[in-house]
């Protein structure tokens, strides 16, 4: 299914043109209720186990960091199946997108082993941090439980391009979402112990995301197998290992991978460090994090909007087409942006109190850190149309295949990132808010470098796919 409509060139306005807002709309609803719905979940499994124990809410927050750490460089090779999946919809090579999607659980499976021989690692990686006797135990145990979910979401990642690449996102929306649901049902019963399960605390959360984590990936896996998609889309005689495929995906996603371990680093030594600077400043910093990804996961929906946009149209060798479902893109998530951000400055309590119950807030130590956490959600309100400038430019060049120059910044920014921040906290010796400081700079200079990349336009003759037949280029040129 392209998206390309029959009746869309006769409609000049914003919303009906092609790659307006309909469009965009069309494809990025259901990409950013789904990626909604794992953020609530999360923040909800934050708010129940700070309910049992703000160590353990802070150490899950940290554990869940390093542990995505371990993950982003394969998630986003297989991720980046959709790049592959959108440009050979655009190209009418359907015949190829299931053996792209196998390839890519391939990759998966094979990764995820490796993320599992990392459990024995996990007390010497805490141990760096200094965050207590407490909080060190409950990150070990976090970390090695998430770790046997690693192969799930790897292949969940790879299995749902085979949708949202070619633009039918509404079933990664539903799967997605009941999947989260699942994990909030499990984190109930297994964090406290009720409807006859053990309370099994931290433990509890980490066992529910594994759970929820391995029936996504098996729906996934699933789904595609039907008659109509194998006989259209290749979906069983696709399950053969392709090297020559494999390696393009590898060679393309692999920069886009490597760009999100970089980040995804820099961001975790910045949230290890200011763990140091004490237990009120950690919790507090946890609760920012967790509140800020409320805004930071839908404007992920869009940036996976944008790639899959832009690889479709390019798909088509309609490079304006693909422009301007960037900026259509851009401005749905500065509106979006501006709305969460002015709630966090004049509404803050909104998102805070369901953090603590039972009269917890009211305590001085819980005080402190509502005070505290307030006013860095005013920080994260400072970079937060910045972030969404640089997510979905960063989706348009990756839609692309510009991922070895993404993979350049990345490794620069992230370098910066990890280096202030350890000046800040152990030479410096800046409070938090010195510290917080450096990611508003951060996210500022990110967006400049992307936007100003975007404008230069290399990005308009780049594919990741093999290059048409001669007469269905001709056919898409006319097109």
Known sequence: MTLTKANGDGDRSWWGRPSGGREVMRVALPLVVSSLSWTVMTFVDRMFLNWASGTAMAAAFTASMAWFMFLCLPLGVCSYANTFVAQYDGARQSERIGLVVWQAVWIGVGFGALIMAA???????????????????????????????????????????????????????????????????????????????????????????????????????????QRAHRARFGTYAGLRFDAHLLGRILYFGGPSGFQMLLDVTGFTVFVMLIGQLGHIESQASSMAFSISSLAFMPIYGLHLAASVLVGERLG??????????????????????LVISS???????????????????????????????????????????????????????????????????????????????????????????????????????????????????????????????????DALAVK
């Open 119 to 225: 459990i024995p690692l996990a007390p010497w990686v805490f141990a760096l941090t200094s965050h207590g006797e407490e909080a060190y135990a409950y990150e070990v145990q976090y970390f090695q439980i998430l770790c046997f979910g690693a192969p799930a979401m790897l292949i969940a990642q790879a299995g749902a391009a085979f949708y949202s690449g070619r633009g039918e996102t509404w079933v990664v929306m539903i799967v997605d979402a009941a999947a989260a649901l699942l994990n909030l049902v499990l984190d109930y019963c297994w964090i406290f112990g009720y409807w006859g399960f053990p309370e099994w605390g931290l433990a509890g959360a980490a066992w529910a995301t594994v759970v929820a984590s391995w029936v996504k990936a098996l729906v996934y896996v699933v789904l595609p197998l």
């Open 316 to 337: 088509e060798n309609r490079d304006d087409l693909a422009a301007r479902a960037t900026y259509t893109t851009l401005q749905l998530s500065l509106v979006y942006m």
């Open 343 to 473: 709630l966090y400055v004049l509404a803050p309590g909104v998102f805070l109190g369901g953090f603590f119950r039972d009269g917890a807030a009211a305590t001085p130590e819980g005080a402190a850190v509502v005070s505290m956490a307030a006013l860095l959600l005013q920080f994260v309100a400072a970079y937060n149309l910045l972030d969404a400038t640089q997510m979905v430019f960063v989706g348009a060049l990756k839609g692309a295949g510009d991922t070895r120059f993404l993979l350049f910044v990345s490794l620069v920014l992230a370098g910066l990132l990890a280096t202030f921040s350890y000046l800040s906290v152990e030479v410096w010796e800046l409070n938090v808010f010195g510290c917080w400081t450096l990611i508003v700079f951060w996210c500022w200079i990110a967006a400049a470098i992307y936007l100003a990349r975007f404008l230069q336009g290399k990005w308009r003759r780049m594919r990741v796919i093999e290059e048409p037949a001669p007469q269905l280029a």
